[in-house]
């Protein structure tokens, strides 16, 4: 992505920082239900319209 | 949405976000972000992400309604100013459940970090990656060797996921994908699809050797990695 070799934009993701953890012995994953967001779309531009339409995108 | 409208407007420090910032507070009202029940956001999909993340760790959870100022906007709106009122009124709410990974390191640290797009495992040098597969306490492949792995929700589906030639995902569909990036062993293995109650474990094999790191929501951590290697070979910023 373009932007992402912005130096102006880097220092944005100075937060993320933590969220690289190295030398890793076990990972665990799941889902967690507790924590759900909500995010709000126009309704003629939806999150699930997008989703579904990006497997038609050559 | 029902109720007294209390929103906040929070902004990625580029010049095109601050712009907007600015042209919205001089039209509308905005309380801070603690007496707030609704989040405006301005930038692009990292922004969305970084200010999801910063929620996540306050446990204050709000709805947000999300602008693009940034390049792609698959998260965001369209950027306008006026009827931010009534488009917020009619706007349709998403609920999206972040993964949660849980970490232990070679040095016998533990992590519990979420990600709302995808949690990828990479190789941190040459030597490819090592990973034992366990998908709810059953060791589905003993030995994948790769560059990493990743596991995406349906929002992540479309990014890294799909670079990775990972599936998409419709969004409310109740999985995750389980996708190798660069597989080499076993030789046809494209990856899984799991019901989202799945838990799924990675175990280093040979973590000495073949060093790997965890990554939660690529799009934010790729850059500041990038900064960090920059800044240990005392390149510019």
Same mark, same amino acid.
């Given at each position: 992505?373009?932007?992402?070799?912005?130096?102006?934009?880097?220092? &944005?993701?100075? &937060?993320?920082?933590?969220?690289?953890?190295?030398?890793?012995?076990? &990972?665990?994953?799941?889902?967690?239900?507790?924590?759900?967001?909500?995010?709000?779309?126009?309704?003629?531009?939806?999150?699930?319209?997008?989703?579904?339409?990006?497997?038609?995108?050559? | 949405?029902?109720?007294?409208?209390?929103?906040?407007?929070?902004?990625?420090?580029?010049?095109?976000?601050?712009?907007?910032? /600015?042209?919205?507070?001089?039209?509308?009202?905005?309380?801070?972000? =603690?007496?707030?029940?609704?989040?405006?956001?301005?930038?692009?999909?990292?922004?969305? $992400?970084?200010?999801? !993340?910063?929620? $996540?760790?306050?446990?204050?959870?709000?709805?947000?309604?999300?602008?693009?100022?940034?390049?792609?906007?698959?998260?965001?709106?369209?950027?306008?100013? /006026?009827?931010?009122?009534?488009?917020? !009124?009619?706007?349709?709410?998403?609920?999206?459940? *972040?993964?949660?990974?849980?970490? =232990?390191?070679?040095?016998?640290?533990?992590?519990?970090?979420?990600?709302?797009?995808?949690?990828?495992?990479?190789?941190?040098?040459?030597?490819?990656?090592?990973?034992?597969?366990?998908?709810? =306490?059953?060791?589905?492949? *003993?030995?994948?060797?790769?560059?990493?792995?990743?596991?995406?929700?349906?929002?992540?589906?479309? #990014?890294?996921? $799909?670079?990775?030639?990972? *599936?998409?995902?419709?969004?409310?569909?109740?999985?995750? #994908? $389980?996708? *190798?990036?660069?597989?080499?062993?076993?030789?046809?293995?494209?990856?899984?699809?799991?019901?989202?109650?799945?838990?799924?474990?990675?175990?280093?094999?040979?973590?000495?050797?073949?060093?790997?790191?965890?990554?939660?929501?690529?799009?934010?951590?790729?850059?500041?990695?990038?900064?960090?290697?920059?800044?240990?070979?005392?390149?510019?910023?």
């Amino acid at each position: 992505m373009k932007s992402a070799l912005d130096p102006v934009k880097r220092p &944005v993701s100075a &937060v993320a920082d933590q969220r690289e953890v190295r030398d890793v012995a076990r &990972v665990e994953v799941a889902i967690d239900r507790a924590t759900p967001l909500t995010l709000l779309f126009d309704p003629e531009h939806t999150l699930d319209d997008r989703i579904a339409a990006e497997q038609f995108i050559a | 949405m029902s109720g007294e409208v209390r929103r906040a407007l929070v902004a990625s420090p580029t010049p095109a976000a601050k712009a907007a910032e /600015e042209r919205l507070r001089a039209t509308y009202d905005f309380v801070p972000q =603690d007496e707030a029940n609704m989040i405006v956001a301005l930038g692009g999909d990292g922004f969305m $992400l970084q200010t999801l !993340h910063s929620m $996540l760790e306050s446990r204050r959870i709000l709805p947000i309604f999300g602008m693009n100022l940034g390049t792609v906007g698959f998260l965001m709106n369209e950027w306008r100013l /006026e009827r931010l009122e009534q488009r917020m !009124h009619s706007a349709k709410a998403f609920k999206v459940t *972040p993964l949660r990974m849980t970490v =232990d390191t070679v040095d016998g640290e533990r992590f519990s970090i979420p990600a709302i797009n995808e949690v990828s495992l990479l190789r941190e040098t040459r030597q490819t990656a090592r990973l034992e597969v366990e998908v709810n =306490d059953r060791t589905v492949l *003993p030995e994948l060797v790769c560059d990493g792995v990743l596991v995406a929700t349906p929002a992540g589906s479309t #990014a890294y996921n $799909l670079s990775a030639h990972g *599936p998409i995902l419709p969004l409310g569909s109740g999985l995750v #994908a $389980l996708t *190798p990036i660069s597989p080499f062993r076993p030789r046809r293995w494209r990856g899984a699809i799991l019901p989202e109650s799945t838990t799924i474990r990675f175990t280093v094999l040979d973590p000495v050797k073949r060093p790997v790191s965890a990554v939660a929501d690529q799009r934010e951590v790729r850059a500041r990695s990038r900064q960090a290697s920059r800044q240990r070979r005392g390149g510019p910023a």
